[in-house]
């Protein structure tokens, strides 16, 4: 059976979108068309490079519906969406970012809208709703971890899971919510094999009430598939690779959550299981970046389980 590429649910026929799902993601009962294709696209980034407020190495453009909803544009300010193709490095960068923010939401972490879209020549590409673009056209503010932490962005590998949880107890308001919020983050970048949650890849939003939390996840990749023996970008009570339980336990009393917690979101995590398992096989990877991923996730859930 066909997938919906935005949320991987089956589909009936040729279909790869549900309705319900095009219209969460774009406001619009009918997927919008997108006249741009794969030369375009990085033509159109060199030009607005440093021009949109979008950071990163990867090649991507901001986007806006046009006024009857029928087409997505590029815009240089004020885009409401951020679409990424496949960079010339990595391959099915898109479909590995697009599947594991589906898996991020099927564990209970907060993700924007999002799915993949096909540019005029067939290639596919990851789009994303902003989430610090309000519908009457107002901006909320945003700030990374490096900012935060007062780090320059060359070092936003420099930090540590133990920085993330100071910044939040520095900078968010309900501390302790955000940073269980935080602990579930991390526990699922590693559970995912992750190696670029970076400090760039965290922020706090502000709210209009002036409420500041940890911004929805965001730049959610399975590094491994590209880099075989990738390793965190952040090292969790200073470890990079080879966690276990006791050490995730350990992060915990760090984070003052209490062990009975930590363990129950620990076996949380693991009990995702067979959903994680069943959304790869209706991703849009190739088979063998299946099994690869696949071997991944089983291999992390019984270190969770031992």
Not at 150 to 161: H, N, Q
Not at 187 to 213: C, M, P, V
Not at 241 to 248: E, K, Q
Not at 293 to 305: F, G, K, P, Q, S
């Amino acid at each position: 059976m066909p997938s919906c590429a935005i949320c991987l649910g089956s589909t009936r026929g040729t279909s790869e979108y549900h309705p319900a799902c095009i219209r969460r993601l774009f406001g619009t009962g009918r997927l919008p068309s997108l006249n741009i294709d794969l030369n375009e696209l990085y033509r159109l980034a060199a030009e607005l490079a440093g021009k949109m407020s979008l950071s990163g190495v990867q090649e991507k453009i901001s986007l806006v519906l046009s006024q009857n909803k029928e087409e997505l544009q590029a815009v240089a300010t004020g885009g409401r969406f951020i679409l990424k193709p496949e960079p010339a490095r990595f391959a099915s960068l898109p479909q590995n970012e697009h599947l594991t923010m589906r898996l991020a939401a099927v564990s209970g972490i907060e993700v924007p809208p999002f799915g993949l879209v096909r540019l005029k020549d067939g290639p596919l590409a990851y789009v994303v709703k902003r989430f610090d673009r309000l519908d009457d056209g107002g901006k909320l503010h945003v700030e990374d971890f490096c900012q935060l932490a007062e780090a320059p962005m060359r070092d936003k590998y420099e930090g540590s899971a133990e920085l993330c949880v100071r910044v939040l107890r520095t900078h968010s308001s309900e501390p302790l919510v955000q940073i269980w919020k935080l602990y579930r983050l991390l526990l699922f970048g590693w559970w995912t094999a992750n190696g670029d949650q970076h400090l760039k890849n965290f922020s706090i939003i502000t709210h209009r009430d002036g409420f500041r939390r940890l911004a929805p996840a965001y730049d959610l990749v399975c590094t491994r598939l590209v880099i075989p023996r990738d390793t965190l970008a952040l090292p969790v009570c200073g470890k990079r690779s080879n966690l276990n339980v006791p050490l995730w336990l350990n992060f915990a009393d760090y984070c003052r959550i209490p062990e009975r917690a930590a363990r129950r979101l620990l076996a949380a995590q693991a009990a995702v299981l067979d959903r994680a398992l069943a959304l790869i096989g209706r991703s849009f990877l190739p088979d063998d970046a299946k099994a690869r991923y696949e071997a991944i996730i089983r291999e992390n859930t019984a270190v969770l389980l031992a």
